[in-house]
Structure formats: C-alpha cells, structure tokens
C-alpha cells in the first residue's frame, strides 16, 4: 500500500516559476548548454541534516546545474522530504549575457491537490 502524500503547504502554489540560483559554481553553467525551454529537469531537496537545507536542479542525466532560491527552499524542502515529490521544465536559458541568478528559469509542478487539500 503506498502512503498518501503529506498536506501540501498553505498558501503556497502548486505549480510555480523560479530562478536558478548558483549556475556558475563548480563548472555547473556548461550544461546550460545541453538545455532548452520545456526539457525536463529533475527537482532534489538536500538531505535531512544541513543547516540551511536547499531543493536542487539537476538535468534529467543527473547533472546538478543549480538551486531553487532560499525563500522558496525553506518551505519545499520541508514538504519534499516528509514524501511530496516534485517535477520541473526549463522554461528560460540564457547565456552570459544575463546575470548568473536569472540564466535558468524553471517550472516547478508539485501535482494537484489531492483528498480535497487547496
């Protein structure tokens, strides 16, 4: 039997837009290069234990390109991580001709609501 999905939180939206922060560090820009608008990405909280958890990017070979800004990280990890699950697209790439933090916009779907959650 599979469990349900844990209560979506309140207030926050289901299907959403973000910037990719951190595209420069370690080399994570040239696969920038592999992306374009509607391929999927695959959506990874941190695990339990760092003291600022983050929900990472990475490209469906399992390549990390970023990560979802903080202010969205601290209340989609917590959900991710009690089961939640999470799907994303690239909806923008640029090049260096944009500041780092605005080269990847992704589409974040976190599913429809389920047993009557908002």
Do not use: K
Not at 30 to 51: A, C, F, K, Q, T
């Amino acid at each position: 039997m599979v469990a349900p999905p844990p209560d979506y939180p309140e207030g926050r939206p289901r299907v959403f837009r973000a910037t990719v922060h951190g595209t420069v560090f370690n080399d994570r820009e040239r696969h920038l290069d592999e992306l374009r608008r509607g391929d999927p990405v695959v959506i990874i909280p941190d695990p339990p234990g760092e003291e600022e958890p983050g929900v990472w990017v990475h490209l469906s070979t399992g390549e990390p390109v970023g990560h979802l800004p903080p202010e969205i990280a601290r209340w989609l990890w917590p959900w991710l991580t009690r089961g939640g699950r999470a799907t994303g697209q690239a909806e923008a790439v640029h090049g260096a001709e944009v500041p780092s933090w605005r080269r990847l916009v992704v589409e974040v779907d976190c599913g429809r609501p389920l047993r009557g959650d908002a």
